[in-house]
């Protein structure tokens, strides 16, 4: 990992190592019962395997794409860049490529392996709420995820989720239970063991990602206001995107919702939902961090 002038985070690299660790171990002990109740589970790993490459390697364009963001230049957004261009400068890290999505909902992300393949992406809606303070935080924000690798981590851990289902459903409905079909009356209910486990192995790895990814975005508030100094300027944009956000239109947000892990701000967060499932912490808690560390710079 290269170095950078974004504020490190051991809290985060411990959470990332130990979720990752948490993960695979969970996934050979899931491989290991299907092929115990005679599911040829070679074929579905090398199959979720390609998935995983894919996703992993062109995850930058598989967001800009689904979140129908394309990359301008600087003529196109010349402030825009200017921001980037600058906090490039403070962090000491590669510039990433710009990009815009063309949506009302405000918001911002960033994607990527690496530095080298980063892009972030804001949409037009947070381009006109915002004052250029804001903007900077905000885009702080988003380039410290880069500079911690969380973006990669984040990938790969909410794509092992998916490959529970795929297993499954493999296993269920492409008749990949083998092994003698021991789901007759002679023998344990193959069907009802493979749903259950990937139930269970489905359960904690939404948990255990949901975990680390509330952490991820206290640890990029912290980086990202430690690195412009001004951290009064994203707790406003914080707030202002919050409160724009509860003005959008309900059919737009559930449009955004399954981007929810990789945005500034939650398109629906809602009330109802608890907070052990959520993919950010409570605005509260991120503005009273916020308030900490500027309370922490002024002394």
């Known amino acids: 990992m290269s170095r950078t002038r974004f504020a490190p985070d051991r809290g985060l690299t411990t959470r990332m190592v130990t979720t990752m660790f948490l993960l695979g171990l969970l996934y050979v002990a899931f491989v290991a019962i299907l092929i115990a109740v005679g599911v040829r589970a070679v074929v579905v790993l090398v199959i979720a395997g390609g998935f995983l490459l894919v996703q992993y390697f062109l995850s930058d364009k598989i967001a800009l794409f689904a979140m129908h963001g394309r990359e301008v230049s600087p003529q196109e957004a010349p402030e825009l860049h200017g921001i980037i261009d600058r906090l490039s400068a403070m962090a000491d ?4 490529r710009v990009a815009i999505a063309d949506s009302d909902v405000p918001n911002a992300f960033a994607t990527g392996r690496n530095q080298k393949n980063a892009v972030v992406c804001v949409t037009t809606g947070i381009l006109r709420r915002l ?3 804001e903007l900077e935080g905000v885009l702080a924000h988003e380039m410290s995820h880069v500079a911690h690798r969380d973006v990669a981590v984040m990938t790969i851990a909410s794509f092992l989720g998916i490959v529970a289902g795929l297993m499954t459903r493999f296993a269920l409905y492409s008749g990949l239970a083998g092994g ?5 009356n002679n023998g344990p209910p193959v069907g009802l063991i493979i749903l259950l486990v990937s139930g269970i192995v489905y359960a904690v790895s939404f948990l255990l990602t949901r975990a680390l990814s509330r952490y991820r975005e206290l640890a990029a508030d912290r980086a990202g206001a430690l690195l412009t100094q001004r951290p009064s ?3 406003s944009a914080l707030t202002k995107v919050s409160g724009e956000i509860a003005r959008i239109p309900t059919q737009d947000l559930r449009e955004a919702q399954p981007f929810n892990a990789f945005y500034f701000a939650p398109a629906l967060s809602g009330q109802s939902i608890a907070s ?3 993919t950010h912490p409570p605005l509260e808690r991120r503005l009273a961090q916020l308030s ?4 922490e710079l002024g002394r």
């Open 276 to 278: 052990l499932f959520s």
């Open 180 to 184: 003698g079909r021991r789901d007759n």
């Open 131 to 133: 004052d250029a303070q």
């Open 233 to 235: 300027a994203l707790a």
């Open 292 to 295: 900490s560390i500027s309370a």
């Open 93 to 96: 890290m590669p510039k990433p």
